[in-house]
């Protein structure tokens, strides 16, 4: 059983930047492809990227597409989403998932919110 758990969640202005992180336990870390969602208010949860699991390939949403990067430090069993030029519509809960085959996991979210 993976155990995620996510923090860098908080208030930023538009244009700001915030990174999040995703600490995984319980699991072989290394063998994991690492994903990033959200969820806005009212709206369903969208992909916003994710990394596979030696951290060589990276996919982005077009919606976050030059703003976000997703990185991996398998040392430290540790996935980043850093978001740069955020956004309001950027608002929402962020939620990190692994998967290995037909396991899937996810954290409980970190919220941000993007306003002046």
């Known amino acids: 059983q993976v155990q995620l758990v996510e923090s860098g969640g908080g208030l930023a202005q538009p244009g700001g930047s915030l990174r999040l992180s995703c600490a995984a336990s319980?699991?072989?870390?290394?063998?994991?492809?690492m994903y990033w969602y959200r969820q806005a208010p009212k709206k369903e949860r969208e992909y916003v990227a994710s990394i596979d699991a030696e951290g060589g390939i990276t996919w982005y949403a077009n919606s976050v597409k030059g703003r976000f990067t997703i990185s991996r430090e398998n040392v430290n069993n540790t996935v980043y989403l850093q978001m740069n030029s955020l956004k309001p519509e950027d608002t929402a809960v962020y939620y990190c998932n692994a998967r290995f085959f037909s396991h899937e996991y996810w954290g409980q979210g970190t919220r941000v919110t993007v306003s002046s």
């Open positions: 319980g699991g072989t870390f290394n063998l994991l492809g």
